[in-house]
């Protein structure tokens, strides 16, 4: 069950690893998010998150982090086993549940 855990050497911490992913990394976007995704050296898939006040409410906020860090976890096998990868929240990413999230996103991934 390790695997379906969320630790802290799985997320990016720093202001500088955030920038790093955003300068050197491949970028997509959907309607409500928009990714990067840096291919790295570790065996580890990390996750940093960034939700601005257009989202919406420090609530919604930090609903779409949890469903987000949620989405990572249940599916971080699937993605490459050395990568960083940065989900910036776009307005009305906080009127998503997790279905509707996970349908844009799986399509990314």
């Not at 050497?9 to 050197?24: C, G, K």
């Not at 990568?83 to 997790?98: E, R």
Request: charged letters at 30%; glycine letters at 6%.
């Amino acid at each position: 069950m390790k695997h379906f855990s969320l630790g802290k050497e799985e997320r990016l911490l720093s202001p500088l690893e955030f920038r790093r992913v955003m300068r050197e990394g491949e970028s997509s976007a959907t309607e409500h998010f928009k990714i990067f995704i840096l291919a790295t050296q570790g065996e580890k898939r990390r996750l940093g998150i960034t939700t601005s006040k257009k989202v919406g409410t420090a609530v919604r906020r930090n609903r779409v982090k949890r469903l987000i860090r949620e989405f990572f976890r249940l599916n971080k096998m699937k993605l490459s086993p050395s990568s960083d990868i940065l989900f910036i929240a776009k307005p009305g990413a906080g009127l998503l549940n997790y279905a509707k999230l996970y349908e844009e996103l799986k399509i990314i991934f």
